[in-house]
T-cell receptor
Framework: DTEVTQTPKHLVMGMTNKKSLKCEQHMGHRAMYWYKQKAKKPPELMFVYSYEKLSINESVPSRFSPECPNSSLLNLHLHALQPEDSALYLC?????????????FGPGTRLLVL | AQKITQTQPGMFVQEKEAVTLDCTYDTSDQSYGLFWYKQPSSGEMIFLIYQGSYDEQNATEGRYSLNFQKARKSANLVISASQLGDSAMYFCAMRETSRSSNTGKLIFGQGTTLQVKP
């Protein structure tokens, strides 16, 4: 089973709203990732969690706040976003020290900031 | 710094024919991994195939095969017997090297949009 799920599929929010994106995997992976993808561009890494601890933060603005409550869940809390933050947000997971470290992606959340 | 280059922004292929998507990479590491992903218009990034730098055989997964030429630093994806459902954007990627684990970020090329004609 190589399934990563993400909710919601679509999200529209105003610049003053607070919302959260959720990601879940049941593959026993201990690394989870958030990527941001603009149209017709490759994904850009935002955060990496390894064993539920933040291991990489790619200098993401503080209006994006990640959280990893347990080994299966990854959240991305959004607050005071800007219109340029509108994008597809992809979650991924992988093994940490076994195998090739292939990252398996979820279907993404399409975010529109008005 | 590691880099992935995909020089074909868009390609067309006739249904049932084979197509090759180009990917070249640049790295100073001896050990590295290369990945191909497919992204339909729905947005999900679907893992297709992996090639390790020390793998002696070219990777194959069903209709997908990877033409790995280490000396030329190329890792081209070959799709045989194209189907209409193969129409998508395809990304070549390399994982950034990490000494401690496999959790380095993926470095992506700019992608190639493939359209399969009936």
């Amino acid at each position: 089973d190589t399934e990563v799920t993400q909710t919601p599929k679509h999200l529209v929010m105003g610049m003053t709203n607070k919302k959260s994106l959720k990601c879940e995997q049941h593959m026993g992976h201990r690394a989870m990732y958030w990527y941001k993808q603009k149209a017709k561009k490759p994904p850009e890494l935002m955060f990496v969690y390894s064993y539920e601890k933040l291991s990489i933060n790619e200098s993401v603005p503080s209006r994006f706040s990640p959280e990893c409550p347990n080994s299966s869940l990854l959240n991305l809390h959004l607050h005071a976003l800007q219109p340029e933050d509108s994008a597809l947000y992809l979650c991924a997971s992988s093994q940490v020290s076994v195998g090739h470290g292939t990252q398996y992606f979820g279907p993404g959340t399409r975010l529109l900031v008005l | 710094a590691q880099k992935i280059t995909q020089t074909q922004p868009g390609m067309f292929v006739q249904e049932k024919e084979a197509v090759t998507l180009d990917c070249t990479y640049d790295t100073s590491d001896q050990s590295y991994g290369l990945f191909w992903y497919k992204q339909p218009s729905s947005g999900e990034m679907i893992f297709l195939i992996y090639q390790g730098s020390y793998d002696e055989q070219n990777a194959t997964e069903g209709r997908y095969s990877l033409n790995f030429q280490k000396a030329r630093k190329s890792a081209n994806l070959v799709i045989s017997a194209s189907q209409l459902g193969d129409s998508a954007m395809y990304f070549c990627a390399m994982r950034e090297t990490s000494r401690s684990s496999n959790t380095g970020k993926l470095i992506f090329g700019q992608g190639t949009t493939l359209q399969v004609k009936p």
